[in-house]
Structure formats: structure tokens, C-alpha cells
């Protein structure tokens, strides 16, 4: 968290959130049925009405997605949902009859009554969402960075033991390797001063351990020749 790959990830996301339409928010539905009521050419309105049936679709859809993906966001999504279905029952009800009857006045009536009403509650409920999310967002990151440290303190612990320990391990292995290699050559520098009575006293089983006690026992032996 707070890394140059975190700032890139949530960079991009802030874009695409800055440049594409939101899909649970009901603004573009509102900018369509303005542009309805302006336009002239059927075609046109047709293409307008077809494209405000793909907007209650995706929101819909959003809608949906935070239910089941984000359970603890529900009391947010409906405060959000339910003026946003005002907004289209509306537009569905009153709207859109009063359009087809060509009464202009009726269809302006609906879209700055009941609709704006409810679009203006759905945009109040998405600035109250907006303004919890980011205080959640910065506590989450807070926490998340106060575990990234916390983790990051009981690796170098755990890497501190570790050192500690192949180290230990390490002394170990070269007193083992020490030891006997000291006592040999104490053996031999006797034997090269004519000294056949030093007696070496070698505990361990190891190579090292073999080889000293293979010494003494060669010793031994000359001295019994002698």
C-alpha cells in the first residue's frame, strides 16, 4: 500500500473512473431524457429511448454486483437505489407516455417534477456514499500499512534468528573441524620430537574423530616396535 505499483494501479482506476460514465450513478440517464425532450427527429428520440433502456440495465446490473459482492455495502446501495427507481418509474410512467402523446408540456412537467426530485435524491445519497468510501478507504489503508510494518518488523526478526542460528551452526562446524585437526597435529609434532607416550583422548564419531583415533593407534603401535 502506497507503492509505486498501488499508485499506478489506483491511477489508472481513477481514470477510467474520471473518463467513463458511471453505471450506478442515474446522471447520463438524466442528460438522456433532457436530450428526449429537445429532440425533433423520431429517429433520434428512438436512438435516445434505446439507449436509456441500456442505462437502467447496466445500472441494474451495478446495483445487483454490490449486493452480492459487497454485502456490508447494501444500506449505502439502496439509500442510492431506491430515489434512482423513482427516477425511472417516472420516466416510464409519466415521461415517456407523455412523449409518445407528443404533449411536450406534460413530459417537461415529469422530467422537472418527479424526476429531478428523485435524481436529485439518488445524486445527495451518491455524495453521502462518496464521502463515507473515502474516510473507509483511508482507514483500510492505515490499517493495511500498519500490518505491512508489523509483518515487515517479524521478518527481520525471523531473518535476525536465522543469522543467529547459521551462524551458531556455522562455529559449531569449525570447532568440530578444529578440535581434532588440533589434537593430530599436537600427536605429530610429538612424534617428530621422538614423543611416542602422548595419549589423545578423541570422543567424537565423526571423520575427523576416525582419523585421530587412527592416529594414536599408529602411534601405539611404533612404540610397541620400539
Known amino acids: 500500500i502506497g507503492g509505486a505499483t498501488y499508485t499506478r494501479i489506483t491511477a489508472t482506476k481513477d481514470l477510467v473512473a474520471d473518463v467513463a460514465p458511471p453505471r450506478a450513478y442515474a446522471l447520463e ?3 438522456v431524457a433532457h436530450q428526449m425532450l429537445e429532440a425533433t ?5 428512438l436512438q435516445l429511448s ?12 451495478r446495483q445487483a454486483y454490490w449486493h452480492t459482492h459487497v454485502p456490508s455495502s447494501r444500506a449505502s446501495v439502496n439509500e442510492v437505489y431506491a430515489p434512482a427507481q423513482r427516477f425511472f418509474m417516472a420516466y416510464e410512467q409519466l415521461f415517456l407516455p407523455a412523449l409518445a402523446a407528443r404533449d ?4 417537461r412537467a415529469a422530467l422537472n417534477g418527479q424526476m429531478r426530485t428523485a435524481f436529485e435524491q439518488h445524486r445527495h445519497a451518491i455524495d453521502a456514499v462518496l464521502k463515507g468510501s473515502d474516510a473507509e478507504i483511508a482507514r483500510e489503508e492505515a490499517e493495511s500499512r500498519s500490518e505491512t510494518r508489523a509483518a515487515l518488523a517479524i521478518g527481520g526478526v525471523v531473518l535476525l534468528l536465522l543469522v543467529v ?4 551452526a556455522t562455529l559449531a562446524v569449525l570447532r568440530s573441524i578444529e578440535v581434532p585437526l588440533t589434537r593430530m597435529r599436537e600427536l605429530f609434532s610429538a612424534m617428530a620430537q621422538r614423543n611416542l607416550t602422548l595419549q589423545l583422548e578423541m570422543p567424537a564419531t565423526n571423520e575427523f574423530g576416525e582419523m585421530t583415533r587412527m592416529a594414536q593407534t599408529a602411534v601405539e603401535s611404533i612404540r610397541d616396535l620400539l
Not at 104 to 107: K, Y
Open 41 to 45: 427527429d423520431p429517429n433520434a428520440r
Open 104 to 107: 411536450l408540456p406534460a413530459a
Open 50 to 61: 434505446e439507449r436509456m433502456s441500456e442505462l437502467r440495465q447496466q445500472f441494474e446490473s
Open 29 to 31: 440517464a438524466f442528460l
Open 165 to 168: 542460528l547459521c551462524g551458531a
